[in-house]
């Protein structure tokens, strides 16, 4: 079992930088596929980003290039770097986990989730 909080989300002006972290609890972090999600309002949970245990990553096409996932795994800890933010980035971000080895980019495939961060960029 995993459990997942969120932290680092908050007010920021269009053209600026954030970094979400992820605490996990449970032994098991380290074989965990980790990922970011978020949910725009009136939108359903979109992916953003993972990172595998077996060390890949992978990206929505939306935030390519601008937002970066890592992790530390002597701290159970997942991160999201965000920079270049948009309006459009503003939403709850969610962790989420997956006993996999593999990327996915549905919700359907995680099971390990946290309560979520408000992200908020003003234009």
């Known amino acids: 079992q995993v459990q997942l909080v969120e932290s680092g989300g908050g007010l920021v002006q269009a053209g600026g930088s954030l970094r979400l972290s992820c605490a996990a609890s449970g032994r098991t972090f380290s074989s965990t596929t980790m990922a970011w999600f978020r949910r725009a309002p009136g939108r359903e949970r979109d992916f953003v980003a993972a990172?595998?245990?077996?060390?890949?990553?992978y990206y929505a096409d939306a935030v390519k290039g601008r937002f970066t996932i890592s992790r530390d795994n002597a701290k159970n800890t997942v991160y999201l770097e965000m920079s270049s933010l948009t309006p459009e980035d503003t939403a709850v971000y969610y962790c989420?986990?997956?006993?996999?080895?593999?990327?996915?980019?549905?919700?359907?495939?995680?099971?390990?989730w946290g309560q979520g961060t408000q992200v908020t960029v003003s234009s």
């Open positions: 990172f595998s245990w077996t060390g890949d990553t």
């Open positions: 989420a986990g997956r006993r996999s080895y593999s990327n996915s980019p549905h919700v359907r495939d995680y099971v390990y």
